[in-house]
């Protein structure tokens, strides 16, 4: 089982609004991925936790904000988003951690959210 | 350095043709070439990948071609089907433990 899974779907939120995307996964993979992709585009990523540690922040706003739980949770924390926010937030995860030898990444059907 | 070059942009291929999408790196420490398949709406899916010391690699009819000392790598469809139109991502993993993708490529099969 190979499987991603993302809640919710879609989103639609208005700038003043508070939500938060949920991903999961329960293949014991131990590095969890936050991207973000415009349409036409190429995943953007925007947070990497490794360990359940946060290893990566590619300098991304803070009215994104991630935070994982446990090992196979992984939240993003939504707050006074911009219109140029609206995108599809894909999550993915990796057996390993990121250091060592390249792997897959599996992603998950990801969010479609809208700011209004 | 970090970059990955993919090309072209976008591809129409007869059914039954074959599709060719091609890759380029610079970084030699790039040591893992996935390559993804995304429909409309859907999340990036892992179609095939290869390992710098592999020239080729083979599943049904999809197969990548790597070319270690060109630094090129792409991917064939053969026999494509309506079904394979979708955007596909060459991606690679480097030591900076981020996965590189390229720009992508959409294609279309006319029946």
């Known amino acids: 089982d190979t499987e991603v899974t993302q809640t919710p779907k879609h989103l639609v939120m208005g700038m003043t609004n508070k939500k938060s995307l949920k991903c999961e996964q329960h293949?014991?993979?131990?590095?969890m991925y936050w991207y973000k992709q415009k349409a036409k585009k190429p995943p953007e990523l925007m947070f990497v936790?490794?360990?359940?540690?946060?290893?990566i922040n590619e300098s991304v706003p803070s009215r994104f904000s991630p935070e994982c739980p446990n090992s196979s949770l992984l939240n993003l924390h939504l707050h006074a988003l911009q219109p140029e926010d609206s995108a599809l937030y894909l999550c993915a995860s990796s057996r390993f951690g990121t250091q060592g030898r390249g792997e897959t990444q599996y992603f998950g059907p990801g969010t479609r959210l809208l700011v209004l | 350095q970090q970059q990955v070059k993919q090309s072209p942009q976008s591809l129409i291929v007869q059914k039954g043709g074959i599709s060719i999408i091609n890759c380029a790196y610079e970084?030699?420490?790039?040591?893992?070439f996935p390559w993804y398949q995304q429909f409309p709406g859907k999340g990036p899916a892992l179609l095939i990948a290869?390992?710098?010391?592999?020239s080729e690699k083979k599943e049904g009819r999809f197969t990548i071609s790597f070319n270690k000392s060109a630094k090129q790598f792409s991917l064939h469809i053969m026999d494509s089907q309506p079904g394979d139109s979708a955007t596909y991502f060459c991606a690679a993993w480097g030591n900076t433990g981020k996965l590189i993708f390229g720009q992508g490529t959409t294609l279309q099969v006319k029946p």
């Open positions: 290869i390992r710098p010391d592999v």
């Open positions: 936790y490794s360990y359940e540690k946060l290893s």
């Open positions: 970084n030699t420490a790039f040591d893992y």
């Open positions: 293949m014991g993979h131990r590095a």
